[in-house]
């Protein structure tokens, strides 16, 4: 069974520039979730899908990131524009479903440096 | 609000000794889920074990096992035997149950294995 795919694994950028990060879940699995995981810390999450829509955002700045999952499937996060505190691993997770029981299988991560 | 705590940032051993990760959490839910992850250097966090609150049954799986006391709120994680591919950083974390419910990760304890 193939993982959860991300895409850049790495990105350098300057601030105040914008980026975007690709994901593509475990087949089949209706909840994906953006982790930031800053160096030093655990993961914090970002935002929650269920299918294509939000069911948690709580924690994403949204004055600068956005996400979107279309069809359900894959999800991008975007930011812009970025700042130095930026600077961290996002992660994607996805699980078959939105229960807490549900286990979290996460991808590899996109690492951001904003310089 | 929910917190984990893992007081030990790094830990070195020596091959074949047995270590144990401490993993201290709050809540004021009587029920919940706590995990344990490991990301090794290539970044993906894998799956370890995920416990409910009423279940207080110590766990082995190989060389791994896990300690869970409710009364002091505390999810100690032990290598025995410990191999140097063991080496990563192990992360506790804690979710209320139900939909919408984020992950709580504590901010993890880097563990080196030396040969």
């Known amino acids: 069974e193939a993982g959860v795919a991300q895409s850049p694994r790495y990105k350098i950028i300057e601030k105040r520039q914008s980026v975007a990060f690709w994901c593509n879940p475990i087949s089949g699995h209706a909840t994906l979730y953006w982790y930031q995981q800053i160096l030093g810390q655990g993961p914090k999450l970002l935002i929650q899908f269920q299918n294509n829509g939000v069911v948690d955002d709580s924690q994403l700045p949204k004055d600068r990131f956005s996400a979107e999952r279309l069809k359900g499937v894959d999800s991008t996060l975007k930011i812009q524009p970025a700042k130095l505190e930026d600077s961290a691993v996002y992660l994607c997770?996805?699980?078959?479903?939105?229960?807490?029981?549900?286990?979290?299988?996460f991808g590899p991560g996109t690492r951001l440096t904003v310089l | 609000a929910q917190k984990v705590t893992q007081a030990q940032t790094e830990i070195s051993v020596v091959e074949k000794e047995d270590v144990t990760l401490d993993c201290v959490y709050e809540?004021?839910?009587?029920?919940?889920?706590l995990f344990w992850y490991k990301q090794p250097p290539s970044g993906e966090l894998v799956f370890l074990i995920r416990r409910n609150s009423f279940d207080e049954q110590n766990e082995i799986s190989g060389r791994y096992s896990w300690n869970f006391q409710k009364s002091t709120s505390s999810f100690n994680f032990t290598i025995t035997a410990s191999q140097v591919v063991d080496s990563a950083v192990y992360f506790c974390a804690l979710r209320m149950p139900g939909s919408a419910r984020q992950l709580t990760f504590g901010s993890g304890t880097q563990l080196t294995v030396l040969p």
């Open positions: 809540t004021r839910d009587t029920t919940y889920y």
């Open positions: 997770a996805s699980s078959l479903g939105d229960s807490s029981y549900n286990e979290q299988f």
